[in-house]
DNA sequence: ATACTGATTGACTCGTCAGTCAGGGAGCAT
DNA sequence: ATGCTCCCTGACTGACGAGTCAATCAGTAT
């Protein structure tokens, strides 16, 4: 593949994320992409075998990074709350960084129970478990309570995160850069602290 | 409207449920939920103005008894972390006595962003605001920590509720009656608890 | 020059499906 | 009996949009 020719597929990459995140994926027309990409309808066809590979590919591109950095975060001898933050952190930098990819993920593939939500669980469910098992180790090292189960656990602090970032994307406005920061802190509290009582 | 009337109404709404739940809304046809229901296409028609409009009947229906019920928890003069409960309690009872309807609702309405989501988020919203309200109250009474934004812990304690559902919705399985018990004190442990460290 | 390869174009096809409509009963009043 | 009002039927239409394909163009090798 020549050079040009990965340059057009990335436009056209690009613009699906911006089409898919203002459209939706099945309220968007593929002419859509190709008109917000400046190339011919026939052109998507030439890069990918349907529409539905598009988000796929957007969402594996990204879901691959994420699950890197996990791994990292694993990795690292850190306190468990620290390595929670790293990934809160990562997650939470990658919405401020894009934010009209974020939503497509969200929106399009974890959130969606029946379409690729069903296709990508295997992936998704790898974050899950990472992160499980880094419940698990603090657990085991006398950090964390044993009394509540790791897995739930790592679905709570994933799913806080991602109720966070879907906060976000219905409000439609920016989200100022402190309260990025805040969140972060507010994330790993919650999950760590909890509400007392 | 006579009473037979209002019967092949609730069939419809009954059949629409399953065929829901089982293809999701985009991809079922009209046709689908009129022979579940064992009615003439065009009787769907009789009945309901759009496709949509089924849909928004079922979620409006089921999400007013969960708001009664959110409201009378917050009513009671109960402590809050049994407030709180009796909400878990609520809506996990609600997926044991109709998983399909739970699943449409959830699926197709609350983690839709983009499509029902949006219509709906008004509904949405007062949920999480009255449970933001019950936090709020905790806060000034002293018994929970006052550091973390009510509305900011009332997304935690939906959000991790919903989780849980997808999570059962994902798996397919029959969930162990025991571990909708379990369940129920877990997310009011996680919460009110955290995982320490 | 000629031939070959891959990029690019956009009009067209073809299946799908939401929503319409004209009509056929069933009950009931007058 | 006649008319009226709902309930009910399912064949049909009209729009829409994913994916195809035959043709053109640009670069590069021989």
């Known amino acids: 593949m020549s050079a040009a020719a990965v340059d057009k597929r990335r436009v056209i990459l690009d613009a699906a994320v911006r089409v898919f995140a203002r459209q939706g994926f ?8 190709a008109d917000e990409a400046g190339v011919a309808y026939g052109l998507v066809y030439h890069y990918f075998p349907s529409k539905e590979a598009i988000l796929d590919t957007l969402f594996l591109e ?21 390595q929670l933050r790293a990934i809160a952190s990562f997650i939470i930098e990658s919405y401020r960084h894009d934010p009209d990819l974020m939503k497509v993920i969200v929106v399009e593939v974890t959130r969606a129970a029946n379409t690729f939500g069903r296709t990508h669980v295997g992936k998704i469910m790898q974050a899950h478990e990472a992160i499980g098992r880094i419940v ?12 509540i189960d790791s897995a739930f656990a ?18 439609g406005l920016p989200v100022p ?10 994330v790993v509290e919650m999950i760590c602290g909890g509400l007392g009582g």
């Open 26 to 33: 099945h309220t968007c027309r593929v002419s859509d992409i």
């Open 62 to 82: 990204r879901w691959d990074v994420m699950l890197a950095a996990i791994a990292e975060a694993e990795r690292s001898d850190r306190p468990p709350r620290e």
């Open 136 to 147: 698990a180790q603090a657990q085991r090292d006398g950090v964390f309570r044993s009394d």
């Open 154 to 171: 790592a679905q709570a602090f994933y799913g806080l995160i991602e109720q966070v970032l879907t906060h976000w994307i219905f409000s």
């Open 177 to 186: 850069a402190e309260e990025f920061e805040h969140v972060k802190t507010e």
